[in-house]
């Protein structure tokens, strides 16, 4: 019976590992770093084009929010992560609801911005939803090469190949879910 649980559980382990592997692993700001302990994470549906107003029902179906970029500090965090993706874009949480009134899906304060040179277009307002650029490069005053400019765009177009990035705000009971389980699985001497 013992070894027919231990073969289930190896089994189990296994498959769950793999999964695991195949998908993103969100990436903590830490506050020791600064950060505000959220937790952000790259995805998309799989499609190769999505909308915007699609990514931001996926980032609810998860768990979290389309990142909110609120600070210069969280931008460079935020471009960090964003280096290497393969996305030509990546939405964010932010959206126009009238003229110039920008806001976060999660409710965090507007003001700091990171738009691309020429942007934002405010073509008729209807383009009223932010993507950061995460393989192409804006250059700043110096010329120089700077990743994650934000553009505005039209929030119901399917745009090939665009990820969205989502933010995780850890509750108190994930946390000692997580210290609990890292308990459960200390290696015993």
């Known amino acids: 019976m013992k070894k027919r649980i231990l073969i289930t559980l190896v089994v ?3 498959v769950f590992g793999f999964a695991i592997n195949l998908q993103a692993i969100p990436i903590q700001w830490s506050v020791e770093d600064g950060g505000n302990g959220h937790y952000y994470e790259i995805l998309d549906d799989g499609s190769g ?3 915007w107003e699609t990514a931001n029902t996926l980032a609810h179906s998860v768990g979290g929010e389309l990142a909110s970029i609120t600070s210069a500090d969280e ?15 990546l939405y964010l949480g932010a959206f126009r609801t009238e ?3 920008w806001q976060w899906t999660d409710g965090e304060i507007w003001g700091f911005t990171y738009w691309d040179t020429g942007e934002p277009q405010n073509q008729d307002y209807n383009y009223a939803c932010i993507v950061a650029f995460s393989n192409i490069a804006m250059q700043d005053p110096s010329g120089a090469d700077i990743l994650g400019g934000w553009n505005d765009i039209l929030p119901t ?11 995780y705000v850890p509750e108190p009971a994930t946390i000692l879910l997580l210290a609990l389980g890292g308990l459960v699985f200390r290696k015993r001497k």
Do not use: P, R
């Open 12 to 14: 189990l382990l296994s």
């Open 157 to 167: 177009y399917n745009h090939l190949n665009y990820g969205y990035v989502v933010e």
């Open 49 to 51: 084009a999505m909308s």
């Open 99 to 101: 003229a110039d009134n």
């Open 75 to 89: 931008n460079t965090f935020f471009i960090n992560i964003i280096s290497n993706d393969q996305h030509h874009s």
